[in-house]
Every structure is written in C-alpha cells, then in structure tokens.
C-alpha cells in the first residue's frame, strides 16, 4: 500500500478525539494511535494529573493538541460540564472511545453487596451511557461521528466471581447495538470493540504464575494473551471504518469465543 493511499484511508487529520480512561492501558493506546494518526486528543479521567501528563506526552510525540480533564462518568452534571468544555475548546468531537472501566469486585453472586454491583455497574456500564449521550448530541447535530465502546469477550461469555463486570460488558454491547440503530440516520456509527485477555502492568504477574498459564491453555487457542500494540490496527480501523459498519461487537481474543 503507498503512503499516499494509506493516508487516504486512515489519516485523522482536522478530527478531534475524546478518550475516557485515556492515560492507560487501552484507553492510552487508541490516544496514541489517533494521535499517531493526526487527531487532536482529548484524555478523561478522574485522575487529572494523570490525565495531563498523558496529553503533554503525547502532544510532544506527535505534534498534535492534546488536552487531559479529570471527569467522573457516572456523574451527569460533570460528564455534560467537561464535554462542553472540549467542544469549545476543539470545536467538535469526531471520535469518542469509551475506556473507563473497572473491574468490579470477584464474588460469588451470594457474597456481593449491592455497592459491589453499583461500583463497577456505575463506571462500566452508567458511565459509558452518560458519556455516549453527551457526545452523541453532538455528532448528530454534524451528522458525523463514530463511537467506540470498550467492552470485553466476558460480555458475550460468562465467567465465575465476575458477575458485575460480565453484567455491565454484555450490557455495553446491547447498548451498542440500540444506539447504532438510533443514530445510524445521523450518520453516527457505533461499534463495540471486544478483547480477550491482554498482557497489561497489572495482569504481567498473574499470567506468569502457574494459575495464569493454566488459564491461557485452557481458554485460549492461540496459548497465549495478547500485545496491546496488537489492537492498534483495529483502533485505526474502527476510527476510520466505512459508513457501511455500525452495531458490530468485533472480538480480538486469540479465538476465546469460538471454544
């Protein structure tokens, strides 16, 4: 492929875009990627230090603005308040990744409390929600926009002791799929995008240790977690997907789902 057609498909050039939980993990490698891509860059988080840190990182790597806001997703008024305040400061909002997450408390159904379904139901699932209709005003407004929404392949499968988050992914998912459909005559595609385990700061020693190696052989059939930098491609992609694409929940799991 040239550059030059290369740059015609996926260049981010002139967007702007909005990532919740931006200053790590996957939220931090859609922020590089479409930075990477000439998009101006606008990181959330409750964390502002963090937050700002990531952005002056970023806007001295790739020579992009790059801004960081501390914002609590379940918080409406917050969520509504940060919002207008990166639509006036970049006029538009063309791409919003939905990244902040937890992972909520690992019980048993009968052991969890009702703060143990809230916390992680407020951040994964309400948070995203709020976000999303902030954003998606908007973008429908322009008739232009795409949404990209972290869930995981636990929302499609289930696991033991994970009840909440597997909850809140599954719902991420449907509540894909109801505003794809709702949008979609505002030209604003929704899409979900569904990982397996990836090999991050805080997983590195779990999957190291014997319990972690069992669990990759008998889950996944490539034997293996997967690279962040291997989701790079499909960020860029969803980003700068055809109009033809929305609803879709895509998995990069190492082939998890198909057991």
Known sequence: MSVQLFEQLFSLKGKTALVSGGYKGIGRLFADTYAEAGADVAIVARNLEACQKAAREISAKYGVRAIGKSMDVHKTDVVNRVVQEIEGEFKKIDILVNSAG???????VLKMTDEDMDDVMNVDFRGLFLLSRAVAKGMAERKSGKIINISSVLGKISARNMAGYCS?????????????LELTRDNVQVNAL??????TEFNREFFASDAGKGLIKKMIPMNRVGQLEELRSTALYLATCPAFLTGADIYVDGGHTIQ
């Open 102 to 108: 937890v992972p909520g408390s690992e019980k048993p």
């Open 168 to 180: 809140s992914k599954g719902a991420v998912i449907q509540l894909t799929r109801v505003m794809a």
């Open 194 to 199: 569904c990982p397996g385990y990836f090999l």
